[in-house]
């Protein structure tokens, strides 16, 4: 069977929420390899909720449909304060990415409590920032980018990422809206263990199914490269 679009594989998916020092309920979900333990997780930080963000942003529904069966990895997604999709709405407000903070920290928290091995903030667009600026945790393995626009996140929060020592890989598209690979190469030059991989033809939103592959492939190549490269096709009925 071909992995198209729509393909959901086997995992254990089950709703979770997260509970943030400030006192707020975020709604979420955890998939997880159907029979066996995850050996990686990533940890979604989605796009700008007052844009269409969402724990459903593409690029991470089919992350948590595929990922799980195929790279053997935990997908831990959630809604941001004050966004909703279809699992519900988390509480509070959005905060232009400053009360987002314990956002992020209830996450982590969330996978240590649970035993979630070598948690990676994966970020996207305005996910990215919160990685940047609030990612700093001891327990956070690395983190990836998709499609940064390093707005919010500036050369503060990259030096401070320097300092911090953790993988960074950067996913640039080349005609993002934003941060394109020559000017992302030249930004990211202040973080010493950083990799920016420019993306040829891509675009911010990664729309298409050959991006979302290349996006899914070069996170499972970093964390976890005994399942590197992706098959495009598994055991069933199409």
């Not at 990686?40 to 990922?67: E, F, Q, W």
């Not at 987002?100 to 928290?109: C, I, K, M």
């Not at 001891?138 to 929060?157: E, F, K, N, Q, Y």
Request: aromatic share 8%.
């Amino acid at each position: 069977m071909e992995i198209r679009a729509a393909t959901v594989l086997p995992a254990r998916r089950e709703p979770i929420e997260l509970h943030t020092a400030d006192g707020l309920t975020l709604v979420g979900e955890l998939a997880l390899p159907e029979s066996r333990p995850p050996v990686a997780t990533l940890i979604c930080l989605h796009p700008l909720p007052t844009h269409g963000g969402m724990m459903d942003s593409h690029v991470y529904k089919k992350a948590a449909n595929r990922l799980p069966a195929l790279a053997d990895l935990a997908i831990l997604r959630f809604n941001t304060r004050g966004t909703t999709s279809e699992r519900g709405t988390s509480e509070g407000e959005f905060d232009k990415g400053e009360g987002e903070r314990f956002d992020v920290a209830a996450a982590l928290e969330y996978a240590e409590f649970h035993d979630l091995p070598n948690p990676w903030l994966l970020g996207w667009s305005f996910g990215t920032e919160l990685a940047l600026k609030w990612g700093h945790d001891p327990l956070v393995t690395g983190a990836i980018l998709l499609s940064p626009p390093l707005h919010r996140a500036g050369d503060d929060d990259l030096d401070a990422w320097a300092r911090f020592g953790r993988p960074l890989v950067a996913l640039v598209p080349e005609f993002d809206d934003y941060l394109r690979p020559a000017e992302a190469t030249e930004r990211f030059a202040r973080v010493p263990q950083a990799e920016v991989v420019g993306v040829d033809d891509a675009k911010h939103l990664w729309v298409g199914e050959p991006y979302v592959r290349i996006v899914l492939n070069e996170i499972v190549r970093r964390v976890n490269p005994a399942a590197y490269p992706l098959p495009t096709e598994v055991l069933g009925d199409s």
